[in-house]
């Protein structure tokens, strides 16, 4: 293949690209495929344009179907027809790169936040981020947790000066909003949360391959977060402490550890 040749196939896929994302361009892609046939025929540049907006209709139905699949709980809160626009507008602002569509979604969180406007449902965008955390949590690797006993084994003194390994599916998201609330209030026989204006602390991470929430506090955020970036246990601690000096460390431990948000400790 010649120079040229990649040129022009490179081009052809650009107008292809363009075609997919815009009906407006459709008209060029069947010129140039039509040139490519050697062929004039209007009957042909018809069903050429006809056949362009299937596979628009397919990728642009694959692309939504990626973001229900990831995002249920904003899909209802929305509804279909915002839906259907949202999906629309974010796969022109973030065309996919990648040949696995379960990774289309990533920064919807952030984009709705700039498309809704309406500070009514300045909630969107966090509720989101939950669920993206969940979706992420879904494919994350597998580790093998010490088991309690091992935990135990260890000794308050040296889990104190330890730096802790975080299960890589675990997400620790804070926000503004009741956003766990009004995600468990999409699940069956659940009721909506008398007030979403209240700040919320929620840990993703998950237990036996199925992605799950714990409700956390303010502390336990802050103690969460803290092992995640290395601090060591007794440096988390102190800084949950500050936050409420009444924190719930023995019980909080117990779910860490038992559902496999904690995995051992870090190598060095």
Known sequence: MTRH???????????????????????????RLQAVRASDSSQADALLRERIGLYRGNVRAARRQALVHAYPVLAELTGETYFDALALAYARAYPTRDADLNRFGASLPSFIEGYERDPRYAYFGDVARLEWALHVAAYAANVVPLTPQAWTDLGAERLATARLAVHPACAALASCYAVE??????????????????????????????PALVTHTEAAHVAFVALQRGDTLGEALDEAFTVDAGFDFARLWRVWIN?????????G
């Open 5 to 31: 040749d990649n040129d022009t196939l490179a081009s052809l896929q650009e107008a292809f690209a363009a075609a997919l994302a815009d009906p407006d361009a459709d008209a060029s892609l069947a010129g």
């Open 181 to 210: 609330a009004i995600w468990r209030a999409h699940r069956p026989g659940a009721e909506w949360p008398g007030c979403i204006d209240t700040p919320s602390w929620t840990l993703v991470l998950r237990p036996q391959w199925r």
């Open 259 to 267: 559902s496999g948000a904690i995995t051992g400790l870090r190598d």
